[in-house]
């Protein structure tokens, strides 16, 4: 069976890709509207030090660009739907009720934590 993270381009166009990482929508909004996912190209749980950093800086850029001054989440991959498969999700706060609920009990960091950008 082939990992639908790892098959990211055959199925879809990158919003972003470098080297160490794909920025894509997701498929399943949630009831967000804004909801986007960095997914490192190797098929692993462990990334490097790089392919971290690309995929923080990967969501950091597009939800700074595309949420303004609105506040929005990355949430913790600890309960990730795809657990062997490093992968992070970011979206605005709106949500269905299912995924709020979802979220309140998953670790998230909220930004802008308190800074105004230019």
């Keep these: 069976m082939s990992c639908p993270l790892c ?4 199925r879809e166009k990158p919003i972003y890709e470098d080297e160490y990482i794909f920025l ?8 967000h509207k804004v909801r986007v996912m960095s997914v490192i190209k190797r098929h692993t ?13 990967s969501l950091i850029t597009y ?16 309960y990730a739907s795809i657990p062997t498969h ?3 999700i970011a979206s605005d706060e709106l949500g269905t ?3 709020l ?3 309140r009990k998953t670790p998230t960091v909220i930004v802008p934590l308190g800074a105004k950008y230019r």
């Excluded at 894509?24 to 009831?31: A, M, S």
């Excluded at 749980?45 to 800086?57: D, N, R, S």
């Excluded at 939800?63 to 600890?78: H, P, R, Y």
Aim: positive net charge; hydrophobic residues 30%; charged residues 30%.
């Design 97 to 99: 009720p299912e995924e």
């Design 45 to 57: 749980t462990k990334p490097t030090f790089e392919e971290c950093t690309h995929m923080y800086v």
């Design 86 to 88: 490093r992968h992070l």
């Design 101 to 103: 609920e979802a979220l």
């Design 24 to 31: 894509v929508p997701t498929k399943d909004l949630k009831g």
């Design 7 to 10: 098959t990211i381009p055959q």
């Design 63 to 78: 939800m700074t660009k595309a949420m303004k001054n609105q506040k929005w989440l990355i949430v913790s991959d600890k």
